[in-house]
Every structure is written in structure tokens, then in C-alpha cells.
């Protein structure tokens, strides 16, 4: 006869042996609370996906500037470090490339050196800013993998550190600028001063793109390499160093085919900056655009942020 088993209240058997006697016996109300349900993990996952956290990563981020401020002058420094002029080989590399295909490109578009020089070494300016914004971007949280893994700090750390390094290459470059207006005196007004909105929607732009494309790159690692490629691409397709408006106003085949920029995003943001700093007029319709674009585009980030900013940690 097989020995019968003994019931104990609130005692829960772990295993059976082929006999049928209990090998261990474990209190029933341990088992309860060591066994996750999937009601607890639910929960577990909807703290973790809320607004609160997503814009609190946002505002603790902001609060440590002094911290992503740091980094960012560290990576310029240590970037040029036994240099003799240090970071104003920034300058000079841009200058430099701006002069060469400006001397090119305006003896090519029949353009004149003093219109095309300065629209030309702007438009460069703007473009290093962007596109380092979104090729940097996607690597964001990959190159960061070890402060993200020690280092108690908000995800938007690394992205506004990143944002102001970017900055302070564009403070940089400017010095180009300011040396072209002094060579090549331009009717700077009032409106000049709307370079510095469009300045901070840009750096808005930049900010909520390294966000997006940097979590979704930790996940995808073919992410970084293929926004490469097409940042590589509209460069071509962007009116950096040919003038749409030019094209238009000569007319003939090509003046169609240029209307298509309007419909390239990038060019939208060149023109909000680039017009106030050469001194053109002010066009509404690429202000719109750009607005559009910043309200969607933070909307979308927010959204990959809030639901997938605790798992950046564990893709890196």
C-alpha cells in the first residue's frame, strides 16, 4: 500500500518523487509571493510607461547642465588635445571647404562671388549642425553604453550633451561667417535678428531627432549606417551649394524641377536661419513648416520615449 499523503494548511509541495512522496514542502503563502503574475507584471510595466517619467527624464536632464555642459566642452578639448590653435581648426576646416567649392560652384551656376560666397559658407554651417545632430544622434546611446550602464543620470543627458557640443562647433563656424560679412558687407537689418528663433527651433529639431532615432537605433543596430546614407544624399538634394530661387527665377526645364526642394524638410530649416544671416527677406511659409515639424516631431519622440526609455539600458 502506497503511504498516504499528509495535508498541511498553508504548506504547498514543490516537487513529487516518482513514489508520490513530497520531496520538500515549502509555506504555501512564500510560493504566492514569489510567483509573478501577469497582473503584477503589467503593473510593473505601466510604472514604467508614464508621462511623469518621460518628461520627468526630460526636466532632470535640463537640471543637470552643469554635467552634459561639462562633457561637451571635454569633448571638444580632448578632440584637439596638444594642438597649437586647438578648436579653431573647426573654423579653418570650414572655411577652407567653404572657399574651395564656393570658388567652384558660383563659376559653375554663373553666381557672384559676393552673393554666393556667403550664401554658400551659411548654408555649410547650418548643414554641419544638422547633420551631425542626426548621424551623432543615432549613435547617441550606443557610444554611451558605459555611462548609461554606472552612471545613475536621465537618457536626455547624453542628448543635451550632444546638442551642445554641436553648439559650440556652430559658434565656431560663425566665425566664418562674421569674416564673410566683413569681406563681403551684407543689408543686415532688423529682421537679422530672427536668426536666433530659428537658431533654438533647430536646436529643438536636433534635440528630439537624437532622441527618436537614438532609442530606436539601440534596438536596431542597421538604424545608424542607413540614416547616414540618407543624410548623405540630402545633402546633395538640399540648396546648400545651388540656389533654388535662381533656378526658378532663369526658368526652362531645370526652374520645374526646383520647385520639388519645397517638398525636402531640410531645406525649410536651412532657409529659417540662413536668410537672416545673408540678409534676405523673411518667408512665412518656411516658418510654418518648420513649426509643424517640431510639434510632430516632439510628439512622436515623447512617445518612444515614454515606452521604451527603460529598456535603453538592456539594448545597449
Request: with cysteine; proline share 6%.
Amino acid at each position: 500500500m502506497s503511504r498516504p499523503r499528509t495535508a498541511y494548511r498553508g504548506w504547498s509541495p514543490t516537487s513529487t518523487s516518482a513514489t508520490g512522496l513530497t520531496c520538500a514542502l515549502v509555506p504555501s503563502h512564500l510560493v504566492r509571493d514569489t510567483v509573478t503574475s501577469p497582473e503584477v507584471l503589467q503593473i510593473q510595466a505601466a510604472a514604467t510607461r508614464s508621462w511623469s517619467r518621460a518628461f520627468g527624464d526630460l526636466v532632470a536632464g535640463l537640471q543637470q547642465r552643469r554635467l552634459w555642459g561639462h562633457l561637451g566642452l571635454q569633448d571638444i578639448k580632448q578632440g584637439y588635445r596638444r594642438s597649437v590653435i586647438g578648436p579653431f581648426w573647426i573654423t579653418i576646416s570650414l572655411g577652407v571647404q567653404a572657399l574651395g567649392m564656393g570658388l567652384l560652384y558660383a563659376a559653375l551656376f554663373d553666381q557672384p562671388i559676393a552673393f554666393f560666397l556667403p550664401y554658400l559658407a551659411v548654408g555649410l554651417i547650418i548643414w554641419q549642425f544638422m547633420s551631425s545632430c542626426i548621424n551623432e544622434g543615432a549613435e547617441v546611446f550606443i557610444r554611451n553604453e558605459g555611462l548609461i550602464k554606472h552612471l545613475p543620470a536621465p537618457l536626455s543627458v547624453h542628448v543635451f550633451r550632444l546638442v551642445w557640443r554641436q553648439l559650440l562647433f556652430f559658434a565656431h563656424n560663425a566665425l566664418v561667417w562674421i569674416a564673410l560679412i566683413l569681406i563681403f558687407p551684407r543689408p543686415l537689418g532688423w529682421t537679422s535678428l530672427l536668426a536666433i528663433p530659428a537658431l533654438v527651433v533647430i536646436v529643438l529639431n536636433g534635440a528630439w531627432v537624437a532622441i527618436l532615432i537614438g532609442i530606436i537605433s539601440t534596438r536596431y543596430r542597421d538604424i545608424p549606417p542607413v540614416t547616414n546614407s540618407i543624410v548623405t544624399l540630402s545633402f546633395f538634394m538640399t540648396p546648400i551649394v545651388w540656389n533654388y530661387e535662381d533656378l526658378i527665377r532663369k526658368g526652362g526645364p531645370g526652374a520645374h524641377r526646383a520647385q520639388w526642394a519645397e517638398l525636402n524638410p531640410f531645406l525649410h530649416f536651412v532657409e529659417i536661419l540662413r536668410r537672416p544671416m545673408i540678409g534676405e527677406s523673411f518667408e512665412i511659409r518656411h516658418w510654418l513648416v518648420t513649426l509643424a515639424i517640431t510639434v510632430v516631431g516632439w510628439a512622436v519622440a515623447l512617445v518612444v520615449l515614454r515606452n521604451y526609455r527603460a529598456r535603453v539600458s538592456y539594448w545597449v
